[in-house]
């Protein structure tokens, strides 16, 4: 009854702080905030899950009840979570308080509705990491879009409309792509499930239970249902070239929503695809290895190189993120321990650093009102802590080693390296990490243009170091990522217990 | 087996905890956090004189300390160890106490003239410090890598510790990016040691350099990849960690961000080019050089590199202004001589140099920082002159460094240069085939540079301290107290003697056994052990030299008389009461050599000039054509006009329905395809 007593009392925590006024709704989505993380983290402490949660395995904190009749289907109340699904609950509750606290400085209107959302997203996001019926994981997946529509579209910067409905329409149109995948597999496996439960899908596909469905024989309905559920998740993601309405959201979203966007919603894509394209259907994904691993090195380097290109700080911080995703898209095809483990070790990895980027700009934004390299240099003069934490953050994208973005990096290209789906798999490991390179090229060339050189800022404000409650989420995330950094296994051990069911997986078709 | 051995992880911890101590409570502390750093490096020197001694009592180490990631099932598990044999013994007395002496300086160069942020300063130092002893004694080739990127970082924290000027930051970007493209291809290598081996253990019964002789001999199969021969994919993976190798040993062509890098204080460079950063990447090739004894390519290749970077780096040398830029130079040639020397076999010959060079290149920038510090900071050689009578120990320290890096019998730089010669003609004499003939090239290459080093060094020489004083601060240098003075005399007195642990041509003139150094790194471990790498080199399944046997007197005295004519040249142009500046009848080269050979201009060009331009018609192509079919797509279809004003103008209600609706929507999609509601 764990997850649902989490789930709950974000529920509450939203409601109650819609009903706040607005100059307490802040403090208290802070104080409400931390119930989830105490929760989360009780649950970390307790887990005895092993194995896969879709493939037989033991799962933690289970409830299956039938919870209404749909058709032929039963419709369950299915949440539980394994080794890949843990991780991201943590990561979910830690980065949503961290992202309150770091909206008390920007956000100075309609405080109670922004914190609201804020908490609102939080518990959609937990009931997509934790449900393991379709049904369940559908509704919570799309009530992440709502809450994010409004906090990008309310809050945002000048071309918040735009941005707020581009992300909207751009993921709902994915989702219904992803949907028809997913329900055509459902009608391919006919009467051998009864439920939309995962592990009864996934077990099913792996029974060999699929059939033709609307003129489409076993294998081409497998490649079509894989290729639209690719789709679908490739745009939250997001995966170039479906990525143009990330920079648009983000270069408008407000800090603390960027911190959420592109630290726990671009996982809900890297989660699904796990859960759904590579643990469902893996012959197909063998099958695609190529274009799928083409993909992985296209978002890689062509997102680093476009991160060249930006002036934006959070533009940068932004592209980068489809760099950083690209790379769990290439452990994953590998299909191996370090491959895919360390795939989902990156979800964790690069929402914590991806939020300390995000956060550390917008800590100079604050101050600044401006993101823009050319309009200020020699800000580490004024802004000695910020611009410290800035480094350390910045070289933790850089993937130094004992910080957790090494950690995920190097298990990631381990594992593609000596993955078995290709011949080539050396090369286009190899490729991609001349990813490693082209990030170090533009935060090197944005914090020597920003932070370094003879202080100077075009603007009217006063440049003084930011106030605590600004600089203690970045330490906070600094001090976990160098935490993950040294000591992966705190994670790792379990993100491999559920991954290696996935491995064993053979052909069903 | 407990014993002082047990204490070696104290040696990382130490500079560690002066780190932390340094950047938490430095501000509060008497010189800035200076005293725990000379505290914890002295310590850490002590424990490594012990650990010294242990290793030459004959006891090694190599343990399991701590399992980073813990592989399930079949997947390896990636550990940090300590591996504690004759070499990284000696190389962990040579770190500590250059750090010690550096730290000491620091107290002069820093502490007394006034620097602001000396917290950050010595918490750098100290996990510099760590991190390059971590490296130093890493087990494995994945805990090396990880420490050579610290080393990285730590170089790019304290190389642009002037954070509030404009070159600082630009030179520490510049090194960590260059280095980083090195680091990129070591990356690999590592991930493909794991591939090929499934252990990246450099000592032990997994240790991948014997997996990979014995695989040689047919034992057991490893993984190779892309369809290679075990030789071939053998070569590519030495390659790729080279590539590490060549980026923070500042070889050709990955050297050009070591003479930016002199934008750091002095001490640090002493630090960064005698002991850390760039001595990492030549103990790297040394630490696994049982490796690369297997693929005769890979070194011909690194005796190319070597001794063309010794010899490209020496010409750009002859030519500078500042004092700091010529010992760049020099750092950047002698790393190459020790490059030269793995690639023709003489492990022990560059192990050599890379120890007297620590101690005479740490001397000579701690000296030039004496200089600086005389000179108001004031780097001009032709601003100098005459500061002989002024400051004497700086004088006579500065000048045992320099016959020492010239290569002048019998202090220190003579010895090790020469072996690492005789190693390189004997082996290209005796070696058939391609291979022998491209030994000869690379040393003919090392040869000549024998001559400019002499040239350059006694240039700089006569130009600071020689002569008459050529400005008003040259009349008039500031002082400076024991803190100083100490760190170069320790230094001085090494650099004079320390070649007398390996005296190969003493030892064939009179017959005495004098090559002590040999012995040392003949005990240990048994497959890290000199004779082994000679054994594998000699061998049918290894490289296949051959040494000639020539004696080591003849090339010897070649060597010190080509160093003498350098240096005889230096005195006639440059010891006289009022020098020009000679080099300017070089004409078009001069200019050439002054601005490198270009080699910036092109890097440069290469960032700016190609993946700039590249980045920004991505962009374009990103915005325009990317992101055009998506607005495209979604202004000719639903959002087309109009309606998109509309539904953006609408009330929050309106986007709550838009959502329920599409919601609903589908659900009923879903309800009337599957039949749910017949």
């Known amino acids: 009854m764990i997850i649902e007593a989490l789930i709950a009392v974000t529920f509450l925590a939203a409601l109650v702080t819609f009903v706040l006024p607005d100059r307490y709704a802040g403090k208290a989505a802070f104080a409400l905030s931390l119930a989830p993380v105490v929760g989360s983290l009780y649950m970390w402490q307790q887990y005895d899950a092993s194995g896969n949660a879709l493939l037989g395995g033991n799962i933690a904190f289970e409830t299956d009840v039938v919870w209404l009749q749909l058709g032929q289907y039963d419709i369950h109340w299915m949440v539980g979570v394994d080794g890949i699904s843990m991780p991201l609950v943590v990561l979910t509750t830690i980065l949503t308080t961290l992202a309150i606290v770091s909206a008390w400085t920007p956000i100075s209107e309609r405080q109670s509705q922004f914190f609201g959302l804020m908490l609102l997203m939080e518990a959609n996001l937990l009931g997509v990491f934790t449900a393991l019926d379709f049904f369940v994981w559908f509704i919570f997946w799309e009530a992440v879009l709502l809450p994010m529509y409004f906090l990008i579209g309310v809050w945002g910067g000048p071309r918040r409309k735009y941005a707020a409905i581009k992300f909207f329409v751009y993921t709902n149109i994915a989702s219904l792509v992803m949907f028809i995948g997913f329900v055509s597999l459902v009608f391919g496996l006919g009467d051998s499930i009864t439920s939309l439960r995962l592990p009864e899908i996934a077990q099913a596909l792996q029974a060999g239970q699929l059939g033709s469905f609307a003129g489409l024989s076993a294998g081409a309905l497998a490649s079509v ?30 800090t603390p929503v960027s911190v959420m966007l592109a630290g726990v919603l671009l996982k809900m894509g890297t989660y699904a695809l796990l859960r759904f394209n590579f643990t469902m259907l893996p012959e197909t994904a063998r099958a695609f290895a190529l274009p799928i691993a083409l993909l992985a090195v296209a978002s890689v380097i062509y997102g680093a190189l476009l991160a060249l290109a930006q002036q934006d700080l959070k533009r940068i911080v932004a592209y980068s993120s489809v760099s950083s995703m690209g790379y769990v898209i290439l452990g994953l095809i590998a299909y191996t321990t370090y491959g895919v483990g360390g795939a989902t070790f990156q979800m964790v990895a690069h929402g914590l650093i991806s939020g300390l980027m995000f956060m550390a700009v917008g800590v100079i934004y604050n101050t600044t009102h401006t993101r823009m390299v050319g309009d200020m240099s020699g800000i580490a003069d004024r802004m000695p802590v910020t611009a410290g934490i800035f480094v350390a953050g910045a070289f933790g994208y850089m993937g130094l080693p004992l910080m957790a973005g090494f950690a995920a990096e190097f298990f990631i290209f381990k594992g593609a390296f000596e993955s078995t789906v290709m011949e080539a798999m050396p090369l286009f490991t190899g490729a991609a990490m001349f990813g490693i390179v082209i990030v170090a090229g533009y935060l090197l060339f944005a914090m020597q243009r920003t932070l370094f050189g003879p202080f100077r800022f075009d603007g009217d404000y006063d440049i003084t170091e930011a106030p605590f409650h600004d600089v203690a989420p970045l330490a906070v995330l600094l001090l976990l990522t160098i935490v993950l950094g040294v000591s992966p296994d705190i994670f790792f051990t379990m993100i491999q217990d559920a991954v290696t069911p996935i491995l064993e997986l053979g052909g069903a078709f | 087996m407990a014993g002082i051995l047990d204490f070696a992880p104290a040696i990382v911890l130490l500079p560690f905890l002066s780190f932390l101590i340094a950047l938490g409570a430095g501000r509060y502390m008497p010189k800035g956090g200076a005293l725990a750093g000379i505290g914890a490096t002295a310590g850490s020197f002590v424990l490594s004189i012990a650990t010294f001694f242990a290793v030459s009592g004959g006891q090694t180490y190599n343990q399991h300390i701590y399992t980073w990631a813990t592989g399930a099932g079949d997947a390896v598990s990636l550990d940090f160890g300590l591996l504690i044999d004759p070499l990284s013994s000696m190389m962990l007395v040579i770190v500590t106490l250059v750090a010690v002496l550096v730290h000491i300086f620091s107290l002069g160069y820093m502490n007394d003239e006034g620097e602001t942020g000396l917290p950050r300063y010595y918490a750098g130092l100290g996990l510099f410090t760590a991190s390059m ?9 994945l805990m090396a890598f990880m420490f050579f990127e610290l080393v ?5 924290l304290l190389i642009g510790f002037w954070f509030r000027q404009q070159g600082p930051p630009s030179a520490a970007k510049k090194a960590f990016l260059v280095t980083r493209f090195g680091d990129y291809f070591f990356l690999i290598g590592v991930v493909a040691v794991f591939a090929t081996f499934g252990s990246a253990a450099f000592a032990g019964p997994e240790a991948f350099p014997v997996l990979a002789e014995e695989a040689l001999h047919g034992e057991h199969a490893v993984n190779t990849f892309l369809g290679m021969g075990e030789q071939a994919w053998f070569t590519v993976v030495g390659l790729l960690v080279l590539g590490g190798v060549v980026g923070k040993s500042a070889q050709f062509p990955l050297h050009t961000w070591l003479p930016d890098a002199m934008e750091g204080p002095t001490p640090v460079s002493a630090l960064i080019h005698a002991a850390t950063m760039v001595a990492a990447g030549v103990y790297l090739v040394a630490r696994m050089y049982g490796f690369y004894a297997l693929t005769p390519t890979t070194l011909g ?33 002698q790393y190459g001589y020790m490059m030269l020397g793995l690639g023709v076999g003489g492990y022990v010959a560059s192990t050599f140099h890379l120890l007297t060079h620590a101690f005479f290149k740490a001397l000579l920038f701690l000296g030039a920082g004496a200089v600086i510090i005389a000179m108001h900071h004031n780097e001009n050689m032709w601003d100098m002159g005459g500061l002989k009578e002024k400051m004497p120990v700086t004088y006579y320290a500065f000048l045992s460094g320099s016959l020492a890096l010239a290569g002048i019998v019998p202090f220190a730089g003579f010895w090790s240069k020469d072996e690492i010669l005789y190693e390189a003609l004997n082996h290209g004499l005796g070696t058939d085939g391609g291979l022998g003939t491209v030994f000869l090239i690379a040393y003919a290459m090392g040869l000549i540079a024998v001559f400019f080093t002499g040239f350059y060094t006694f240039r700089m020489v006569f130009l600071t301290f020689h002569g008459e004083p050529r400005s008003e601060t040259a009349r008039d240098p500031h002082g400076f107290g024991w803190n100083v003075k100490f760190p170069l005399a320790v230094l001085g007195v090494l650099a004079a003697v320390t070649g007398l642990v390996n005296m190969a041509p003493v030892e064939d003139l009179t017959g005495i056994h004098l090559t002590f150094l040999h012995d040392w790194l003949d005990g240990g471990i048994s497959s890290l052990t000199a004779h082994h790498y000679l054994e594998v080199l000699e061998s049918g399944v290894g490289a296949g030299l051959h040494p000639a046997g020539i004696g080591s007197i003849a090339p010897g005295l070649v060597s010190l008389a080509l160093a003498l004519a350098g240096a005889g040249l230096a005195y006639r142009l440059y010891n006289v009461p009022e020098p020009v500046e000679h080099t300017d009848k070089l004409g078009s080269i001069k200019t050439v050599l002054y601005n490198n050979y270009y080699q910036d201009e092109y890097q440069v060009w290469i960032a700016t000039g190609v993946v700039q ?29 109009g309606r998109v004003k509309r539904i953006q103008t609408g009330v929050v209600s309106n986007y709550a329905a838009l959502l329920t609706l599409g919601l609903t929507a589908l659900l009923l999609g879903l309800g009337l395809l599957g039949g749910w509601f017949a």
């Open chain 2, 613 to 641: 331009p590249i980045s920004r018609a991505l962009d374009k192509f990103d915005q325009g054509i990317v992101d055009g079919v998506v607005n495209g797509v979604s202004s000719v279809s639903l959002f087309a006009g």
């Open chain 2, 152 to 156: 990285g970082l730590c170089s790019y």
């Open chain 2, 301 to 333: 290749i690194i005796a190319l590199v070597g001794g063309f970077t010794a010899l490209f780096a020496a010409t750009m040398g002859v030519v500078k202004k500042e004092i700091k830029q010529v010992l760049a130079y020099s750092t950047i040639s």
């Open chain 1, 225 to 254: 249902a894989f290729i639209a559920m690719f789709i679908g998740f490739a745009v939250k993601v997001p995966v170039a070239p479906l990525h143009t309405w990330l920079p648009d959201a983000h270069v408008e979203a407000p």
């Open chain 2, 133 to 141: 002893l971590a490296f130093v004694v890493s087990s494995n080739l």
